[in-house]
């Protein structure tokens, strides 16, 4: 199998939380590497794969089993097994990182968007709702891609296969993040052999 790129194009303001508050500059951070620049860990994009994956699999385009050879499963009794499918962390490109640190110009990744709950029946603002999020302006992130060859399911058919469905499957994502109903996270994604 080639080693494949995932190309997370975000088209609009999205966030990924850390947990953390920022007092009063936000109530809520974007998740941040050590450089303070933003990503997409490993295992959330796997997540969006499998999802994805299985939504391909509920319309019949792949069988559930092989869903579960690539990405793992667990059992009834909690047993989890290990699936094929390896994937890093989405990032901003090599040249892309060093220009934004040795610039200093992280700080314009990032901006703080305020929401508010509406009272339905007076159509104003309910005390103490507003909240405000640090978001990640849209940009592209890669992330690598890869089977495990070592893994005891692995067969080179297995991988030819995954290769052949990808890029169709990613298709099927559209949003990733927090808050996707309040329209952040609005990706497209695409599949690179390098």
């Given at each position: 199998?080639a080693?494949?790129?995932?190309?997370?194009?975000?088209?609009?303001?999205?966030?990924?939380?850390?947990?953390?508050?920022?007092?009063?500059?936000?109530?809520?951070?974007?998740?941040?590497?050590?450089?303070?620049l933003?990503?997409?860990?490993?295992?959330?994009?796997k997540?969006l794969?499998?999802?994805?994956?299985?939504?391909?699999?509920?319309?019949?385009w792949?069988?559930?089993?092989?869903v579960?050879?690539?990405f793992?499963?667990e059992?009834?009794?909690?047993?989890?097994?290990?699936?094929i499918?390896?994937?890093?962390?989405?990032?901003?490109?090599?040249?892309?990182?060093?220009?934004?640190?040795t610039?200093?110009?992280?700080?314009?990744?990032?901006?703080?968007?305020?929401?508010?709950a509406?009272?339905?029946?007076?159509?104003?603002?309910?005390p103490t709702?507003?909240?405000s999020?640090?978001?990640?302006?849209?940009?592209?992130?890669?992330a690598q891609?890869?089977?495990?060859?070592?893994?005891?399911?692995?067969?080179?058919?297995?991988?030819?296969?995954f290769?052949?469905?990808?890029?169709?499957?990613?298709?099927?994502?559209s949003?990733?993040?927090?808050?996707?109903?309040?329209?952040l996270g609005?990706?497209t994604i695409?599949?690179?052999?390098?």
């Amino acid at each position: 199998m080639a080693n494949l790129q995932l190309i997370f194009n975000i088209h609009s303001d999205w966030h990924i939380g850390c947990g953390k508050e920022g007092g009063a500059y936000a109530d809520a951070l974007c998740l941040k590497d050590n450089d303070g620049l933003p990503y997409i860990p490993g295992k959330s994009c796997k997540g969006l794969l499998k999802e994805a994956f299985l939504l391909a699999s509920h319309s019949g385009w792949l069988k559930t089993s092989q869903v579960q050879q690539w990405f793992g499963q667990e059992s009834k009794d909690g047993q989890t097994q290990q699936g094929i499918l390896q994937i890093s962390s989405a990032q901003l490109t090599a040249q892309e990182r060093h220009y934004i640190l040795t610039k200093q110009a992280s700080k314009h990744l990032y901006r703080v968007l305020q929401f508010t709950a509406i009272d339905a029946t007076t159509g104003t603002a309910k005390p103490t709702s507003l909240r405000s999020l640090e978001v990640a302006v849209p940009m592209a992130l890669i992330a690598q891609i890869s089977l495990n060859t070592t893994h005891p399911n692995y067969h080179s058919q297995t991988a030819n296969e995954f290769n052949e469905l990808l890029p169709d499957i990613v298709c099927l994502i559209s949003e990733l993040g927090n808050k996707r109903h309040r329209g952040l996270g609005k990706v497209t994604i695409c599949v690179k052999e390098v």
